[in-house]
């Protein structure tokens, strides 16, 4: 992704997204070669991959090295209480802390490490230690503080919140963007685009409606998506064996049932999906639930088009759908498969 004051621009010849080409004070590209665009989303949709070697979408998604530092510093002393002090004393602003966490994760950097506390905490009452012991190590100085601090992060009482499932999240970068991801003990219960409009509904209902305790943390089914993700976008894996956890109704979880049965590099309508569900009249209703998958690329909705073979509504946005069918399709070419996309998705 080039940058300009006209935009973003891509260089035709290579066909990719990159930066300035005199960055590396190399011969600059040819002017009938390249094409502007307001945005990176808009070159994206027009079929253009990221460079491979400046990786332009990749620097906006990665944290930044002061970010990896601190974040190393506060799973080395999990039990530590961060004052803005404390971040001064590192040579770290306070203020873009806290815009970058609330950026990322919707929170100060303060309420992340506070929440990270708290269901660390949680999970030593979990494993039955008392309530003086899982306060005391966790780095509350008083049982009123702690109670208070898992009313204002879980919404309830200790005792009730030690009974609850937690639900450990943690921020991939991705090609696409940064995603946010979400695991209980038994799998993966959410993995979207941070900017996805429907994200903060999404865990509210996860919060409120199936009872989970959300907190900062990692997990192996986490590492397991952030390793996996990396496989599928380098091209390198089709399938995704992550155990998932996907709470929903009956209607909802059988159309999810559905989209995992869609081959990679391949697509389905949503009346072909309602006709396998013995309901052909159904088309909107799987549109509805297709809407409502909070486990993005895994459950591949992405691969559900219109009956016209347009490329229809994404939650992560038409432009990264259109990417995500395009990788898969050339996935598929260099594996020797001859697969089609909707011509909308074509670049």
Same mark, same amino acid.
Request: a positive charge.
């Given at each position: 992704m080039?940058?300009?004051?006209?935009g973003?621009?891509?260089?035709?010849?290579?066909?990719s997204?990159?930066?300035?080409?005199?960055?590396?004070?190399?011969?600059?590209?040819?002017?009938?070669?390249?094409?502007f665009?307001?945005?990176?989303?808009?070159?994206?949709?027009?079929?253009?991959?990221?460079?491979?070697?400046?990786?332009?979408l990749?620097?906006?998604?990665?944290?930044p090295?002061?970010?990896?530092?601190?974040?190393?510093?506060?799973?080395?002393l999990?039990a530590?209480?961060?004052?803005d002090?404390?971040l001064i004393?590192?040579?770290i602003?306070?203020?873009r802390?806290?815009?970058?966490?609330?950026q990322?994760f919707?929170?100060?950097?303060?309420?992340?490490?506070?929440?990270r506390?708290?269901?660390?905490?949680?999970d030593?009452?979990?494993?039955?230690?008392?309530?003086d012991?899982a306060?005391?190590?966790?780095?509350?100085?008083?049982?009123?503080?702690? &109670?208070?601090?898992?009313?204002?992060?879980f919404?309830?009482? *200790? @005792?009730?919140?030690?009974?609850? /499932?937690? #639900? !450990?999240?943690?921020?991939?970068?991705?090609?696409?963007?940064?995603?946010?991801?979400m695991a209980?003990? &038994?799998g993966?219960?959410?993995?979207?685009?941070?900017?996805? *409009? @429907?994200?903060?509904a999404?865990? /509210?209902e #996860? !919060?409120?409606?199936?009872?989970?305790?959300v907190?900062p943390?990692?997990s192996?089914?986490?590492?397991?998506i952030?390793?996996?993700l990396?496989?599928?976008?380098?091209?390198?894996?089709q399938?995704f064996t992550?155990?998932?956890?996907?709470p929903?109704?009956?209607?909802?979880?059988?159309?999810w049932?559905?989209?995992?049965?869609?081959?990679?590099?391949?697509?389905?309508t949503?009346?072909?999906?309602a006709?396998?569900?013995g309901?052909p009249s159904?088309?909107?209703?799987?549109?509805?639930?297709?809407?409502?998958?909070?486990?993005a690329?895994?459950?591949?909705c992405?691969?559900?088009i219109?009956?016209d073979g347009?490329?229809?509504g994404?939650?992560?946005?038409?432009p990264?759908?259109?990417?995500?069918?395009?990788l898969e399709?050339?996935?598929?070419?260099?594996?020797?498969?001859?697969?089609?996309?909707p011509?909308?998705?074509?670049?």
């Amino acid at each position: 992704m080039k940058g300009s004051k006209a935009g973003t621009y891509k260089d035709k010849t290579p066909k990719s997204i990159s930066r300035r080409a005199k960055q590396w004070r190399i011969a600059p590209t040819l002017p009938e070669n390249v094409e502007f665009f307001a945005n990176a989303e808009e070159a994206l949709a027009a079929g253009f991959r990221p460079c491979l070697r400046c990786k332009p979408l990749d620097a906006a998604s990665d944290a930044p090295e002061w970010v990896r530092d601190l974040l190393a510093q506060v799973t080395a002393l999990p039990a530590r209480r961060w004052t803005d002090e404390d971040l001064i004393a590192a040579e770290i602003d306070p203020t873009r802390v806290r815009r970058w966490f609330k950026q990322q994760f919707g929170m100060t950097f303060h309420d992340f490490i506070r929440a990270r506390r708290l269901g660390l905490a949680l999970d030593s009452l979990k494993n039955g230690h008392s309530l003086d012991d899982a306060a005391l190590d966790h780095g509350y100085e008083s049982l009123s503080g702690f &109670r208070d601090g898992i009313r204002k992060t879980f919404g309830t009482t *200790p @005792a009730r919140a030690s009974g609850a /499932e937690i #639900l !450990r999240y943690t921020r991939i970068a991705t090609p696409l963007g940064p995603m946010i991801a979400m695991a209980e003990d &038994r799998g993966l219960v959410l993995l979207e685009f941070i900017d996805r *409009p @429907a994200l903060t509904a999404e865990i /509210e209902e #996860l !919060r409120t409606k199936h009872g989970y305790a959300v907190a900062p943390g990692t997990s192996p089914h986490l590492k397991a998506i952030e390793k996996q993700l990396a496989m599928y976008f380098a091209g390198e894996l089709q399938q995704f064996t992550v155990p998932l956890i996907t709470p929903g109704n009956q209607f909802e979880v059988s159309v999810w049932k559905q989209l995992l049965e869609i081959p990679f590099g391949e697509t389905r309508t949503y009346g072909e999906i309602a006709t396998t569900l013995g309901k052909p009249s159904a088309g909107r209703a799987v549109g509805l639930a297709n809407g409502r998958n909070r486990i993005a690329i895994v459950v591949p909705c992405h691969r559900v088009i219109g009956a016209d073979g347009s490329l229809t509504g994404y939650g992560g946005g038409k432009p990264r759908k259109a990417f995500l069918l395009r990788l898969e399709r050339d996935a598929r070419r260099l594996s020797g498969d001859q697969v089609e996309l909707p011509m909308e998705s074509v670049g």
